[in-house]
């Protein structure tokens, strides 16, 4: 790997975090967590619960747009290169027949918020794009929704585009950066040049949807302390409303299109909590304030607001400023979070399809919810959003003694702080945030589930 070139000011990594750094935890974007899925959740199950909604539930929904014109080796989502475009009209056929599905079984109808992912939704053509939304208008009042977002890959995305998304009421596009150096993007196979950001950036904001999002990665091949700043300075330069900051997670394994990294050229655990230092670093500099372990925004941006009065929440989106009754996940792979509990769709697209269009639904898999994974998925939460648990009022931390030892463990190397029943964890250590919260899961031990590296 080459050098990482001088820190500056950079806040080095405390050694006492270095064995931590090479630990896995998941991401808590449910809990319990994907892996603990099983298939006691079936169509019927879904059904059912859906049923249950009270008819004043707020909906939020999440279409997952499998396809890509072509496959960045680093991507661990559930995402298909398509050339043909059968494939496609058939996916679009699909997901307004599940949205039929899921309004014929549902009294809710109050949706605030829409999220399109994937894969890529600007793969889809204008008419697609604005077809599948005007299917959901129809089953669902959108008259009032707060949050219309749409990942967006900048290469692919054109004037028509953004006049349909101006159409439907698009009020926030995440725009897929990662990095803007040369190298970098050719030893992750996602060339870009910033000026492609930028004028995918110009073309959102005259088309009227102004709250911008930039993703950004670190631990990726060839990335050094200049280049990630050069790659924040860059992004800054246009003025996003958000950030998120990943760690690269390199899962061979489970995407083989990530074979394609050169995993010797893929920087170690100090080097990773450098890059993301130098990465916040910028970011924080520029006057961006650090929400959860991996996002930032200005701080009068709504998920500011959010994490400053301790209303921040997290779902499968990522951290966002409100939680609804109910989210819906609709296409391949997509998790409903529900009441009950987590139900995921079929994740190969045409076993997905094919239960949809035989008239059910193409539930996988999912996890009813017990009082105790309740309990346990607020500590987490709460933790993973705000820093710091109180846990008077759940027993307090004798209540949960296998947590306490680890807690005190992770206390003695300076990556929380413990007084009586409370917990804290230190700005230095938020990046490990994930270590103690995953305390108090108590399905870790279960399993054979491989998660991502903590920093």
């Given amino acids: 790997m080459p050098s990482t070139g001088g820190a500056g000011h950079l806040r080095r990594v405390d ?15 449910s809990y319990p967590t994907a892996p603990h899925f099983n298939a006691s959740v079936d169509g019927r199950v879904y059904l059912d619960w859906l049923a249950e909604l009270p008819a ?22 559930h995402a298909f290169s398509v050339k043909r475009d059968e494939p496609v009209a058939q996916f679009v056929e699909a997901i307004q027949t599940e949205i039929d599905a899921v309004a014929a079984a549902i009294a809710a109808r109050h949706v605030t918020e829409i999220h399109w992912g994937g894969g890529t939704p600007n793969s889809l053509s204008p008419e697609r794009f604005e077809a599948i939304a005007a299917h959901l208008a129809q ?39 990662q ?27 005259a088309g009227g949807v102004e709250a911008l999002s930039f993703d950004l990665m670190y631990g990726l091949p060839q990335q050094t302390l200049d280049s990630v700043r050069r790659t924040a300075e860059m992004a800054l330069s246009l003025k996003p409303a958000r950030f998120s900051v990943f760690g690269y997670a390199h899962v061979p394994w489970f995407k083989t299109r ?10 170690g655990a100090a080097a990773r909590h450098d890059l993301a230092e130098a990465i916040r670093e910028t970011l924080a500099s520029a006057g961006y304030v650090e929400i959860g372990y991996d996002h930032y925004a200005r701080p009068d941006d709504p998920i500011a607001i959010a994490a400053e009065g ?68 607020e500590l987490i939460m709460r933790l993973l959003c705000d820093f710091e648990l109180d846990l008077a009022g759940y027993g307090g931390l004798a209540a949960f003694p296998e947590a306490a030892s680890e807690l005190r463990a992770l206390a003695a190397d300076g990556l929380v702080e413990l007084a009586e029943d409370r917990i804290a964890v230190p700005n230095a250590a938020r990046a490990f945030a994930r270590l103690a919260a995953q305390t108090f899961d108590a399905y870790r031990d279960t399993g054979t589930a491989r998660h991502s590296r903590a920093v």
């Fill in 310 to 377: 301790g209303l921040l929440a997290r779902n499968f989106q990522g951290f966002v400023e409100t939680s609804c009754d109910a989210l819906i996940g609709l296409g391949p792979s997509a998790i409903s979070t529900l009441p009950q509990g987590y139900a995921q769709n079929e994740p190969e697209v045409g076993a997905w399809r094919k239960a949809v269009m035989d008239g059910g639904f193409a539930t996988k898999r999912g996890r009813g919810l017990t009082d105790e994974d309740r309990r346990r998925r």
């Fill in 258 to 267: 990530q074979r394609l990294i050169d995993s010797a050229a893929l920087p």
């Fill in 15 to 29: 050694t006492r975090f270095l064995k931590y750094a090479e630990q896995s935890a998941p991401r808590y974007t």
């Fill in 139 to 177: 089953r669902f009042d959108v008259s009032a929704c707060e949050r219309h977002a749409v990942e967006i890959d900048p290469r692919l995305l054109t004037p028509e585009h953004v006049a349909a998304m101006a159409r439907i009421g698009v009020n926030r596009a995440s725009l897929g950066v």
């Fill in 56 to 77: 004043d539930a707020s909906l939020s929904l999440y279409l997952h747009t499998p396809y890509c014109r072509e496959m960045c080796w680093y991507c661990g989502c």
């Fill in 179 to 205: 990095d803007f150096d040369d190298a970098v993007q050719r030893a992750i196979g996602r060339v870009q040049p910033f000026e492609q950001v930028r004028d995918a950036a110009a073309m959102l904001r």
